[in-house]
Each structure stands twice: as structure tokens, then as C-alpha cells.
């Protein structure tokens, strides 16, 4: 059993203020609207708002583009050995594998030195052959589906 704390020395950061989404002058239901990144991060911080408590998510470690499909989500684990940090990043794959079209790249980080295995957990979360026998293991699958409930607590 550990004793004291795991993270006796956290790092503390300002919550900075949000940005405000801008009305499209477009009224046309039908239009194609761009994806942009505080649509990711609304996608992402009010689905896992109850385990933000495992990592740390900003505005700004979400970078899109929408003209090249692309989508990078860096995270950082809120403990240098969270053994969490595979768990959240396949759920925020899978979160944005289900919410966006299928025609954007996903890449997921961990934000660089914030975890002790950092390259193996990244080369983990972005390999495709690695993702889809994860996805096929029905506890883990379970697992991710919990992760990514809604939470009524």
C-alpha cells in the first residue's frame, strides 16, 4: 500500500477564461459548417467531465484541421505513472472515432514528460493494428463504453 500522498507537489493551473462560440450568419440547415477546436473540447471535457480527475485537458491541447481532416488531442495524466493514461486515451479515441466523420485522422498524445512510459503509451494509442484488437476485447470495450457514460453524480 502507498503511503502519502502519489502527487505530493501538483502543478496548479490558472483555469483560463472560455471562448465564446460565434453564431454562424449562415442559416442554411443544410450547409457544411467547419470543425473547429473548442467543438472538440465540448465533445470531449462535458463527456469525461467525471474523470477529469485522471488527466488534464485544455482549449489549446486540442489542435484541428478541418481542411486537412485532422485532429490531435494531447492529454496529460494527472500522475507521472497513471496507469489510467491507455484507459482515457482510448476513450477520447473512441469518443471522437464515434462523434466525428470518419474521413479525419485521430491522433492522441500524452503531453511531452507528464508520463514515465510517454513514447510507448503514444506509438499504443496511435496504432491502428494495436487500437482495433483493443476494440475487439470485450472487457476493454466495456470498460471504454463505461468511460464514456454519462455520469449522473
Do not use: W
Not at 45 to 70: C, G, M, P, R
Not at 130 to 149: H, I, W, Y
Request: charged share 25%.
Amino acid at each position: 500500500m502507498v503511503s502519502g500522498l502519489i502527487n505530493e507537489n501538483p502543478t496548479v493551473y490558472e483555469r483560463k477564461e472560455r471562448r465564446v462560440r460565434t453564431d454562424s450568419t449562415n442559416s442554411d440547415e443544410f450547409s457544411v459548417e467547419p470543425i473547429d477546436q473548442l467543438e472538440i473540447f465540448d465533445i470531449l471535457f462535458f463527456d469525461f467531465a467525471f474523470i477529469n480527475s485522471f488527466f488534464f485537458l485544455t482549449e489549446d491541447s486540442v489542435e484541428v484541421d478541418d481542411l486537412k481532416s485532422y485532429v490531435r488531442v494531447t492529454f496529460t495524466p494527472t500522475v507521472e505513472h497513471c496507469s489510467m493514461a491507455t484507459i482515457i486515451g482510448l476513450s477520447v479515441r473512441v469518443k471522437l472515432m464515434r462523434s466525428l466523420p470518419p474521413r479525419y485522422k485521430i491522433d492522441i498524445r500524452v503531453a511531452p514528460g507528464s508520463h514515465a512510459t510517454e513514447a510507448a503509451l503514444n506509438k499504443q494509442l496511435n496504432d491502428k493494428e494495436r487500437v482495433a484488437a483493443a476494440l475487439e476485447n470485450p472487457n476493454l470495450v466495456e470498460m471504454v463504453d463505461e468511460c464514456l457514460s454519462p455520469s449522473f453524480e
